[in-house]
């Protein structure tokens, strides 16, 4: 039960989180590439989890999810969906105003 509260843990305290096979600048499958470039180029800071150096999170994040693949948006504690929804979010111009939305909401609070 350690990793779920882990996993909530991480959710909640990062607006923008991505968990990905490797990290934004050096991913480990394509389809985590695909995702992290669309988000950097939305210009919003976000967060990462690495799950190849995390297998606890690996294993558990998809039942938590419900989401059987890897990688996972989550935004504002919901989760997104995996790289075709956000692949397709960003070619419908829906993921930048949602990043950025989160970042100012989440901005002002501190």
């Known amino acids: 039960m350690e990793t779920i509260e882990q996993i909530k843990q991480q959710i909640s305290e990062n607006p923008i989180i991505l968990y990905m096979k490797g990290s934004p600048k050096l991913p480990n499958c394509g389809f985590s590439a695909q995702a992290s470039q669309a988000i950097m180029s939305c210009g919003e800071k976000f967060a990462y989890v690495d ?4 297998p606890e999170i ?3 994040l998809p039942k ?4 059987p ?3 996972q948006l989550w935004v504002d504690g919901e989760l997104v969906g995996g790289c075709d929804i956000i692949l397709e979010m960003y070619q419908q111009g829906e993921l930048a105003p949602l990043l950025k939305e989160t970042a ?3 901005a002002t609070d501190e």
């Open 51 to 54: 799950i190849l150096q995390n």
């Open 58 to 60: 690996r294993s558990e």
């Open 64 to 67: 938590y999810a419900e989401w």
């Open 69 to 71: 693949t890897f990688p």
């Open 104 to 106: 100012e909401k989440y």
